[in-house]
């Protein structure tokens, strides 16, 4: 929408200066509906049933649709439904229960297949006592015989909530189908295969299909804006099927779809979805989706709202962030700062702590930059319980997707892990505490953004590929994830012990109190940054995650390069801790052993404790201890103060406090 | 067009401000100056016993006698203009996905600062409503009805004043003015 034509408009006089006394235009069954429904002070009918006071009509005859419905063979996975309905029949008319019984019975024998239990059949009966079906029922529909039913309200296709009504189009579709599938002597491959035609031709006039490239097909829908990916276990897919009347554990719900599966593939456009945030790099455009479907179209220089699928950008539904109220995009300065990351004790180490907030910001911002990012930096908070780790990644998670986010725990297999990324966006692993033989692999590929492949269930040699864009953050006091490859890939958020504990409802409180702001600063932000688009690249940088390296020189203002050159040897370090060289050393220390040492000497003093990892360090070779500490000369004279003297000795300095107290008191 | 329920045809005038009220005019009178700044008309239509009412007490706060109007009208508001556009796309989807002619029929003004006013004429609604001393109330719940979720600012009160459209507003010096679905979505 063009504001300044808006504005030339209202800066005119258009049309006339009178009281406007309204059109004349023919009503609205609909909205008549609507009034009839305030003026009753009653909700409007829904298409659904509802229970209600049953209408009854003793001695009166049956509908004709529970008649129809009682010469209508129904298979399983619609026996208890219709059964309902005809139970319902029954009562209404206050037919003799034991007459109904048998009759019903009959109808069990004779069309249920298979024949439900006769026990359960009288279960049902007790149950229809407390329900009422209308015309609107979809069941009671598929079998109605339309205007020649006596029994038919006037009202019956003038529904008013069009968000759960079916229109008079979709009741006859409905009615067509049910039609087809009740079609005596049909095979069920004719009949599966009518009905997918049926429901691919109407979806195709109400949207459009898609596919990606991971092959999945998509449905998108015009009104609603919704992309559902077609799958069997989609909710958005159950809630457009179950509108035409199918129902999941039925064979038709599958075979359609799968035809809409194969039909999208070939007669859709190819396309890529994004879920969250999506940046155009090339416009210089960011997209943000809301979870009311809705787009904040963000560019350098404005911002403006749109719908999803606007300039051909897909969001999957369910992927949206909460909405906020969008302020003056000049007036929010500081209120991340504020609000989030000074409410983390960062640690003062290698990292200075303000060089530790200042990182995060970069990395919440970083969040927003997945296209920027093809490979993502592992956001890792490390600390004693009660540092408030969780908390900060879930705080993070509030303010993209709402209150109702929170950090989720290491899953049981890597498979499970897979399907966690594969679907998320922003991922925050509470506690990852315990060694997972799959974890650091899994976290070394995230952190690349590959593809996770797994084998399609029930089938031999089918792999599905699972693309992984998910931002990763993890929590951990004792970490297991310090293979080099990972710690290479990690943002290192070293946090301590809160000195005052404030309470988590309060800062919630608080949080969404301030997230209008806080999200209003990130839009600006992210324009900032969109303007300096395309990022220059750091000539060299010693950290690996070079992608994250030049979004931070932008994001921090060029501040980045040296809090990265002090990241990297904390990743160093972070490496090493479980390492049986670091170790060994570590309980040479401890036993206050210092001067002129070979191998073998270390080896056998060290041996005097016998830990998993000295064990390991007795069983490397001379060549790879030297090698280790030669690797990590910088790390190792640090801590230990170990110098190589030739191949096979190694001088050890005693540093530390202890020792140093020791030998004056000697 | 003929007027519908033509003895509820008082309605309040305000030229000047919100605060210039107690001016009982005509549908015939209602008529704004040309380049008057902030006109109003309140948004419901009265009979003889509204002009009675401020005869006797001076002031038509407090009536809640019977009452018409032609349009349900919903006005849309927002912190910036932007997003009264979104929340006027979401009702008119809102609205289109109850009657796909409806929006056809819609009349919908630029209010001038940061809205929009957007109307559904009362024949679309059939013959059931009535003027009445509930009518407002009832025009409340039919609005939150329709709108299913959609935010607008609670306008459904008897005296209600409505900005008249070509009007200027004051805070901004642009028009309320008409405007099609089109130019805005």
New interface residues.
């Given amino acids: 929408m063009d504001i300044d034509k808006l504005k030339t408009f209202a800066s005119q006089l258009r049309g006339d200066l009178k009281y406007d006394s309204g059109i004349k235009t023919s009503k609205s069954t609909a909205l008549c509906m609507v009034v009839k429904s305030v003026l009753d002070g009653s909700e409007p009918t829904m298409a659904t049933s509802k229970k209600t006071k049953k209408i009854r009509r003793p001695g009166g005859k049956l509908k004709p649709c529970v008649e129809n419905l009682l010469n209508r063979d129904v298979e399983k996975g619609n026996r208890n439904n219709t059964c309902m309905r005809i139970s319902d029949g029954f009562a209404e008319i206050e037919y003799d229960s034991d007459s109904a019984v048998d009759a019903i019975s009959e109808w069990n024998t004779r069309h249920c297949k298979p024949p439900m239990d006769a026990e359960e059949v009288i279960k049902i009966m007790k149950s229809a006592a407390a329900t009422d079906y209308g015309c609107n029922d979809l069941i009671l529909a598929s079998a109605c015989v339309g205007d020649s039913c006596p029994f038919k309200p006037k009202t019956r296709s003038n529904n008013s909530d069009s968000s759960t009504v079916h229109s008079d189009k979709n009741v006859k579709m409905v009615e067509q189908i049910a039609n087809i599938r009740s079609k005596k002597g049909g095979r069920q491959h004719e009949i599966n295969f009518d009905v997918a035609k049926i429901v691919y031709d109407d979806l195709c006039n109400k949207g459009k299909f898609y596919w990606d490239a991971s092959k999945t097909g998509y449905y998108f829908c015009d009104s609603t804006r919704l992309l559902t990916k077609i799958t069997r276990d989609d909710e958005e897919m159950f809630m457009t099927l179950g509108a035409y009347g199918l129902r999941p554990r039925e064979d038709v719900y599958q075979y359609t779809i799968e035809t809409l599966q194969y039909l999208a593939r070939h007669e859709g456009t190819k396309t890529k979805m994004y879920r969250t945030c999506h940046i155009d790099v090339e416009k210089k455009i960011g997209y943000m989706y809301f979870s009311d479907n809705t787009v904040l179209k963000i560019e350098s220089s404005r911002t403006h709202y749109g719908l999803n699928g606007d300039d051909g950008v897909l969001f999957i539904s369910k992927s949206g962030i909460e909405p906020f109220t969008l302020g003056s995009l000049n007036d929010s300065k500081g209120a991340f700062k504020k609000h989030v990351s000074d409410k983390i004790n960062f640690l003062d180490d290698i990292v200075s702590a303000e060089e530790r907030r200042l990182l995060f910001e970069a990395w919440w911002k970083s969040l927003f930059f997945e296209e920027l990012l093809p490979s993502k930096p592992l956001a890792a908070f490390v600390g004693e319980k009660g540092s408030g780790k969780s908390m900060a990644l879930r705080h993070v998670g509030m303010l993209l997707y709402g209150p109702e986010f929170n950090v989720t725990q290491i899953p049981r297999s890597g498979d499970d892990f897979d399907v966690i990324v594969g679907s998320s966006y922003y991922l925050a692993l509470d506690n990852v505490d315990t060694a997972n033989v799959w974890l650091e692999s899994k976290l070394a590929v995230c952190a690349t953004g590959g593809k996770a492949q797994r084998r399609k269930l029930y089938t031999d040699s089918t792999t599905i590929e699972i693309p992984i864009r998910c931002f990763i953050a993890l929590t951990s006091a004792r970490p297991h994830f310090t293979r080099d490859d990972v710690s290479d890939r990690l943002l290192l958020f070293k946090v301590s012990r809160l000195k005052s504990f404030v309470p988590e409802s309060l800062l919630r409180t608080e949080l969404f109190a301030a997230r209008d702001r806080i999200m209003t600063e990130t839009v600006a932000a992210i324009a900032d940054i969109l303007a300096k688009l395309p990022l220059p690249l750091p000539e060299s940088t010693l950290m690996r995650m070079s992608d994250f390296a030049a979004f931070a020189e932008a994001a921090t203002g060029g501040a980045a390069a040296r809090m990265l050159e002090s990241t990297v040897h904390e990743q160093v370090e972070f490496s090493l801790i479980d390492d049986p060289v670091t170790r060994a050393f570590e309980t040479m220390s401890m036993m206050n052993i210092g001067g002129k040492h070979t191998i073998d000497q270390i080896k056998s003093i060290c041996m005097q404790r016998r830990t998993e990892k000295i064990l390991q360090f007795a069983m490397m070779t001379t060549d790879d201890i030297i090698k280790t500490i030669t690797l990590n000369k910088r790390y190792f004279a640090k801590r230990f103060k170990v110098e190589v003297i030739n191949k096979n000795e190694v001088t050890i300095t005693r540093e530390n406090k202890r020792s140093a107290t020791e030998e004056t008191e000697t | ?1 003929k ?2 329920h033509p003895q509820f045809h008082y ?1 309040e005038l305000a030229i000047g401000g919100v605060n210039k009220r107690g001016n009982i005019v005509t ?1 015939i009178e ?3 100056p ?1 380049d008057t700044i902030d006109c109003f ?1 309140t948004m419901f ?1 009265f009979d003889k016993k509204f002009v009675a009412y401020v005869k006797d007490t001076g002031s038509v706060a407090g009536y809640a006698g019977p009452c018409w109007c ?2 349900l009208w919903y006005d849309i508001d927002a ?5 009264a ?2 929340t006027l ?2 009702l008119v ?2 609205i ?4 796909s ?2 929006p056809n ?1 819609l ?1 919908t003004y ?1 209010s ?1 600062a940061k809205g929009f006013h957007c ?11 009535k003027p009445s001393g509930g009518f407002a109330q ?1 025009m409340r ?2 609005a939150k ?2 709108a ?1 979720g959609i935010k607008y600012d609670d306008i459904y009160s008897t005296t209600r004043l409505w900005r ?4 200027i507003n004051g805070k901004t ?7 099609s679905l089109e ?3």
């Fill in positions: 067009m007027l519908v309605v549908l209602a008529v704004a040309v008309t239509r032609d349009w912190p910036i203009l932007d997003e556009v979104l796309a979401k989807k809102r289109e996905s109850i009657d002619k409806l029929v009349r630029f001038g109307g559904i004429p009362i024949a679309a609604f059939g013959g059931n409503l009832t719940l039919i009805k329709i299913h008249m459209p070509n009007t010096g642009l028009r309320k003015v008409l405007i130019d805005v979505l």
